[in-house]
Nanobody
């Protein structure tokens, strides 16, 4: 059974940093594209970043140069380092496997950026 569990969210002041983690259980982690998606209050889901199985990383424009996604295939972990956080980054952040296919999502972790 595939499970994804996010951690690392919290309250941070504007300009601060957080590092989100996603622990994956199941087979063939390294084979799948892994993504971060966020959902702000009252809005629909917004794609943040994807790391394909081969390692190429893409970001939505609003987080490029501030967020860094990474994966550790041996430990079956996905990370999102978030720097220079802004109030508009406030959202529930989800990790997801294979957004374009038979996808699995975690339960999400809340990130709140506020002074």
């Amino acid at each position: 059974e595939v499970q994804l569990v996010e951690s690392g969210g919290g309250l941070v002041q504007p300009g601060g940093s957080l590092r989100l983690s996603c622990a994956y259980s199941g087979s063939a982690f390294g084979y799948y594209d892994m993504s971060w998606v966020r959902q702000a209050p009252g809005k629909g889901p917004e794609w943040v970043s994807t790391i394909v199985g081969g390692g190429r990383i893409t970001y939505t424009e609003s987080v490029r140069d501030r967020f860094t996604a990474s994966r550790d295939n041996a430990k079956k972990m996905l990370h999102l380092q978030m720097n220079s956080l802004k109030p508009e980054d406030t959202a529930v952040y989800f990790c997801a496997r294979d957004l374009g296919g038979n996808s699995y999502w975690g339960q999400g972790t809340q990130v709140t950026v506020s002074s």
